[in-house]
């Protein structure tokens, strides 16, 4: 019931916003509309509202808008002259047909702001304290450390994570360096400036590259999993080990990585305290190593005055194919960088792997302590997912310690309305470069066709969604929005885009086409969506019958 349920409030949603733009530009360039239906087919019911039927009709797959002159052979009432589509300019035209995917791309605006800014779960939001930093990236080497908290950027008063994402994404390279103002325990305030790092990453699947400027740190949200990397070390002296996690220092609950750094780094030489850890033996169930037993023990630290050697697990390997690429690793060695660049948390580390994937990388890594180097080419494989259909995906042939995140340390959100914008404004552009290329990613085969979706796929989708709760429902609404939205703008007879298209050409030519080329491309337009609307409908069988067999 609640996928059924999703269906239709998720299609009726994209269609009656669809449907509505047609309908409301129309109307006010003066063009009679007659007909406004969300469903195909035989009425469920109907209602007569001035010149115009509503109705809500059997077949929920789409909706249309009948408006006059649409029809070639219609009877017009003397008093219509002038109020058919036909009767129109092209720019008039354009404007009407283009206004149905111009409302679908414009919705997930309408959704996302509102929902950030009136919602429970955006009521607080992450603060600006500083978690990990990572020691290759700029903003450790300017003097940025865990614990600090950022105030100003730029002179401008932050509280929030999303602020500094915000300052972030609008860089330029020509404004220089940012200027941070910090504040560190015991210390008081302090004035930074960082030059964001330009870098560059190519999309798994669609190939194409984006950039970003990053200074290089995260939310104090990272867990307490350490990597000891030298057997010199206090740690490694004291019993601790790559893969634990600290529970505890003298006393001190460590629930974070900066947690654990801040305590140790604040000992004195000589300085004996207890340390609380948990680690992980053999496994419970004999050949499945991913379950294993935690055990829980103390050991005494002794503080001396080299250097720490501590990593964040989630830059070390926790599992190996033998057969793979990366046979070379063994579990427990910890990565140090990739082509050169190097890093010290593992969000990074991993973003650096997984670019450009099909292209060799140089890999270091640590070993008891000693330095190696070799190179890795990852394989590609195509796996088939019941919903996607054919994905490419790379094989690594080793897997890194999970980076698993703690409850950041939030605070109140003191500008929900501009919280929502930035989101919009961000997600928005992003998802629909993602859905384009997508989209032509299918004509030009980069990617594969069986990952069209029809009604079956929406309507698993749609129910999944709804269970996991409304924000995933409305990202759902969110893609699917734009997906209609850029799909409609094809330049393909029968939908919005050949319309486009034909008005453009009658603007340019100063002529009307003939029209019997209108039938002609009416006829290979509906021949090519029937055509999509089989093969959609073949993917969703076969996804179907996956699902069922899963």
């Not at 305590?263 to 053999?282: F, I, K, M, P, W």
Request: charged share 20%; net charge neutral.
């Amino acid at each position: 019931m609640t996928s059924i349920l999703a269906f239709f409030i998720l299609i009726g949603v994209l269609i009656t916003v669809h449907e509505f733009g047609h309908f409301a530009v129309a109307k006010m360039c003066g063009v009679k509309c007659e007909v406004f239906s969300i469903g195909f087919g035989r009425p469920i019911f109907k209602v007569q509202r001035g010149e115009t039927e509503y109705r809500l009709a059997w077949i929920p797959l789409g909706g249309y808008v009948r408006m006059l002159g649409q029809e070639p052979e219609e009877n017009r009432d003397q008093s219509d002259i002038g109020r058919s589509l036909m009767d129109k300019s092209p720019l008039i035209r354009i404007l009407i047909y283009a206004a149905g995917p111009g409302m679908n791309l414009l919705l997930p605006f309408v959704l996302i702001v509102p929902f950030i800014a009136l919602s429970e779960q955006t009521a607080r939001v992450p603060s600006s304290d500083v978690g990990a930093v990572d020691s290759s990236m700029p903003a450790y080497q300017a003097g940025l450390r865990g614990g600090d908290k950022i105030t100003l950027i730029d002179g401008q008063p932050v509280h929030a994570f999303w602020q500094i994402k915000e300052r972030l994404s609008a860089y330029k390279p020509e404004q220089g360096a940012v200027k941070l103002g910090v504040e560190r325990a015991g210390q008081g305030p302090i004035n930074l400036e960082i030059q964001p790092r330009a870098i560059q990453r190519k999309h798994e699947l669609l190939g194409f590259e984006q950039t970003d400027y990053l200074i290089g740190y995260q939310v104090d949200a990272l867990d307490a999993n350490i990597a000891v990397t030298s057997q010199q070390s206090a740690a490694y002296r004291a019993g601790l080990r790559t893969f634990d996690r600290i529970l505890s220092v003298d006393g001190q609950e460590t629930r974070r990585y900066t947690d654990v750094i801040r305590a140790l780094s604040a000992l004195e030489s000589g300085q004996r305290v207890q340390v609380h850890y948990e680690r992980l033996t053999t496994p419970l169930i004999e050949g499945l190593s991913i379950l294993k037993r935690k055990v829980r023990g103390t050991i005494d630290y002794v503080a001396d005055t080299g250097p720490l050697n501590l990593f964040h697990a989630s830059l070390c390997v926790s599992s190996v194919d033998p057969a793979g690429p990366a046979r070379f690793l063994q579990p427990g060695d910890c990565l140090l960088s990739v082509d050169g660049q190097s890093y010290s948390l593992g969000t990074f580390l991993r973003s650096k792997l997984n670019d450009d994937p099909a292209r060799s990388k140089n890999i270091t890594w640590l070993r008891n302590g000693v330095q190696m180097e070799n190179r890795i080419q990852f394989k590609r494989e195509i796996q088939q997912h019941p919903l996607a259909g054919d994905v490419p995906i790379w094989i690594q042939g080793f897997t890194l310690a999970r980076q698993t995140m703690v409850p950041a340390k939030l605070t109140e959100s003191q500008d929900r309305w501009s919280h929502g914008w930035f989101r919009a404004k961000t997600d928005v552009p992003r998802e629909i470069e993602v859905t384009a290329r997508s989209i032509s990613g299918m004509f030009t085969g980069q990617v594969s066709p069986t990952q069209l979706g029809g009604p079956l796929t929406i309507f698993h989708l749609a129910g999944s969604a709804a269970e996991a709760g409304f924000d995933r429902f409305l990202r759902l609404m969110v893609l699917l929005s734009l997906s209609i939205g850029l799909f409609n703008l094809l330049p393909v007879p029968a939908l919005d885009g050949g319309q486009i298209l034909i008005a453009s050409i009658e603007m340019v030519t100063r002529k009307p086409l003939p029209e019997k080329a209108h039938m002609i491309l009416h006829q290979i337009g509906v021949f090519l969506i029937l055509a999509l609307i089989i093969f959609a409908l073949s993917n969703d069988a076969i996804r179907t019958w996956r699902l069922s067999n899963s």
